[in-house]
């Protein structure tokens, strides 16, 4: 055991080194929740009642839905919408949607399975696989890599064709337009939205079209949306294996996970999801297949989330893909290798832990899909519609605000049943012990902390105050590292690490000031002989995650406390 002078010169060092206020809490502060349908039973009667209200009041009439939500195990709640006047026929967990720019989602594993594979790399030039890219000089092609055309940063143009108001209005003159020459309309492209769409593009035709257009930022310089990028990476997808990109969709996505409700071609009328007569149904997106060309059903949506969920991580070890690449518009939106990040401190009101969605939307005329993965709490939410589309925003507030309050209550209740309580030295003679409280503001924390019968908090909380210079309350938060300790008797620890925490939202000198919200990580600040001094290792009485924890490891103390 050490001195106990050396033990607080130790702690006040860390104390001193690591703080973060209450705004700078770390998002994951626990374990995910295991779920249980008895226990989420009032929370999904409560989604059920309020999207019944909806269509009750009228406000789908027009538009046909499928909604499932899932952990990364199960399924824990369907709600399918059928509006009889779309025609088709009625909608459950088969009837296929036109993804549109989910699709993406898949172009983008596909590419980090190459990566991961050793055919290509993130920093790679496009031009390395698609050279005939340099004969266009309007674009600096040799700045636009792999990892730029994934993030939306290469700055190309969004789509060559299919937004042209030319297209879009009867009499573009309305608007103080020019009417083209003869000349300009002979250069269009013959393809696309510019033949009706009764005639695909090719990928030459795409490769020939951007050379009659400009960049609209330089590479990396700011995100811009850009469909055109992602229809090249299945061009690079289609060169490093030797396949049409479809195929390899196919074979290494679609087949390995079982989605059989889901393909490039038009499914059968018996499982469509009708959007009435004027969708996008059945039109050949061609070379944009890579960024808009993909139906499929919620259930098989739910399949491929659910492991995108568990295997995010592991796609490649150059990446971990739920990686934000570029901030987005507005202050709480970033962009990823696509997913469309959001962050917000506003859901949950009883503690400012942020809670990160990542989201994909796609949408054609008379369809639109949305992907949501939280990872925070295991759950996937995918919500495919078709026809009227202008209730769709219904679905953030009437269900991912309540679900993810219900999961953070049920991480909350199971963060205090497996952690919490009262842990006391094996050796009577330390007389130490620690005593770890849940509370939904706090989550998992230090309420009391006895070394050799000298109170810790007594003396370390104070010392933090004074050289924090707030009167904020001071308490010791634990955060899971998500890595396992095993020990020579065979048992598997769980290794976690405290923070101290200042909650100084109801200290006027501190609540107003805009720099709070400047945050720098440093969860391992100090060690002593090599041992983190802020670890703690949790040991349950068996293998099993779900079992009780019984004890605990103070690693740079060098004792072992057993739960009361």
Request: proline fraction near 5%; hydrophobic fraction near 35%; glycine fraction near 6%.
């Amino acid at each position: 055991m050490l001195a106990l002078k050396s033990v607080f010169t130790f702690i006040l060092i860390l104390a001193s080194s690591h703080r973060a206020y209450s705004s700078c809490e770390p998002e994951i502060s626990y374990p995910a929740p295991i779920y249980n349908l008895n226990t989420l039973k009032s929370t999904f009667q409560e989604i059920d009642n309020s999207l019944n209200k909806l269509i009750e009041a009228g406000d789908y009439n027009g538009s046909s839905f499928s909604l499932e939500i899932s952990s990364s195990s199960q399924t824990l709640y369907t709600k399918y919408h059928f509006d009889k006047s779309l025609g088709g026929s009625p909608i459950n967990g088969s009837s296929a949607y036109r993804i549109a720019s989910n699709t993406k989602l898949f172009t983008a594993l596909g590419i980090l399975k190459q990566e991961a594979a050793g055919k290509l790399g993130l920093d790679d030039e496009v031009t390395k696989y698609i050279p005939g890219l340099l004969n266009d000089t309007r674009i600096t092609w040799k700045s636009i890599t792999i990892r730029s055309l994934l993030a939306h940063l290469s700055g190309l143009p969004n789509n060559y064709g299919d937004e042209d108001l030319l297209l879009m209005l009867s009499n573009p003159s309305v608007i103080g337009l020019p009417p083209l020459d003869t000349d300009e309309r002979d250069n269009l492209p013959k393809c696309g939205a510019y033949s009706g769409w009764t005639v695909a593009c090719t990928n030459a035709d795409l490769d020939e079209n951007l050379y009659n257009v400009n960049s609209v930022f330089p590479s990396q310089k700011e995100t811009s949306y850009s469909n055109i990028g992602f229809d090249l990476l299945g061009q690079v997808l289609a060169k490093v294996t030797n396949m049409k990109y479809e195929d390899y969709i196919k074979e290494a996505i679609f087949r390995p996970l079982g989605m059989h409700e889901t393909s490039f071609t038009v499914p059968p009328a018996s499982v469509t999801a009708s959007a009435g007569s004027g969708s996008d149904w059945g039109v050949d997106e061609g070379a944009d297949n890579p960024s808009a060309g993909i139906y499929s059903s919620s259930s098989d949506m739910m399949k491929f989330l659910r492991w995108v969920l568990k295997n995010y991580e592991k796609v490649t070890p150059s990446l971990n893909w739920f990686q934000p690449a570029a901030w987005n518009s507005g202050s709480h939106s970033l962009l990823g290798y696509p997913w469309e990040i959001f962050r917000t401190t506003s859901i949950l009101t009883n503690t400012k832990r942020p809670v990160t969605f990542y989201t994909k939307g796609g949408g054609l005329t008379d369809y639109y899909t949305y992907s949501f993965i939280i990872p925070q709490y295991d759950l996937v939410v995918f919500m495919g519609v078709a026809g009227d589309l202008s209730a769709l925003n219904t679905i953030f507030t009437d269900v991912l605000n309540p679900l993810v309050i219900a999961a953070e209550s049920e991480a909350q209740y199971q963060l205090k049943t497996s952690y919490g309580g009262v842990y006391i030295s094996i050796d009577p003679s330390l007389n130490s012990s620690i005593a770890l409280t849940q509370t939904e503001s706090r989550s998992l924390y230090i309420s009391s902390w006895i070394s050799n019968s000298t109170d810790v908090l007594a003396n370390l909380i104070p010392f933090v105050s004074s050289t924090a210079g707030t009167n904020g309350e001071i308490y010791f938060q634990l955060l899971p590292t998500f890595q396992a300790r095993r020990a020579h008797d065979g048992r598997v620890g769980e290794v976690w690490r405290l923070i101290d925490v200042i909650d100084d939202y109801d200290d006027p000198t501190n609540s107003t000031t805009v720099w709070n919200d400047y945050c720098v990580a440093n969860i391992d600040p100090f060690s002593y002989g090599t041992v983190p001094l802020n670890e703690i290792v949790f040991w349950r009485n068996s293998s099993d995650h779900r079992s009780t924890v019984e004890s605990v490891t103070l690693s740079a103390f060098k004792v072992d406390l057993r739960r009361n």
